[in-house]
Nanobody, 115 residues
Framework: QVQLVESGGGLVQAGGSLRLSCAASGSIFRFNTMAWYRQAPGKQRELVAAIASGGRTNYADSVKGRFTISRDNAKNTVYLQMNSLKPEDTGVYYC?????????WGKGTLVTVSS
């Protein structure tokens, strides 16, 4: 089993920054992909950014140039640096770990961007 614990959410004004962290524990394989998803009120969950264990990254078009995903493999931790935040970035941000055809989810952390 894998456990994911997110931290770093909160309330920020438009134009501000936040840094999310997600620590994974349990049976972590060497090769995996960690990602951040978000779900805004009344909308479906969407991929924000993903990073493979080798470092390859993928971003949603809406966050390119503003968000940066990174990971520390030694700590099994993934980060999401969010800059130039917009009100439309508001939502619950979920950490995801995918390995060996299994998906694991954290409980989420709320990010609220005020205008």
């Amino acid at each position: 089993q894998v456990q994911l614990v997110e931290s770093g959410g909160g309330l920020v004004q438009a134009g501000g920054s936040l840094r999310l962290s997600c620590a994974a524990s349990g049976s972590i394989f060497r090769f995996n992909t960690m990602a951040w998803y978000r779900q805004a009120p009344g909308k479906q969950r969407e991929l924000v950014a993903a990073i493979a264990s080798g470092g390859r990254t993928n971003y949603a078009d809406s966050v390119k140039g503003r968000f940066t995903i990174s990971r520390d493999n030694a700590k099994n931790t993934v980060y999401l640096q969010m800059n130039s935040l917009k009100p439309e970035d508001t939502g619950v941000y979920y950490c995801n770990l995918a390995q060996s055809f299994m998906n694991y989810w954290g409980k989420g952390t709320l990010v609220t961007v005020s205008s």
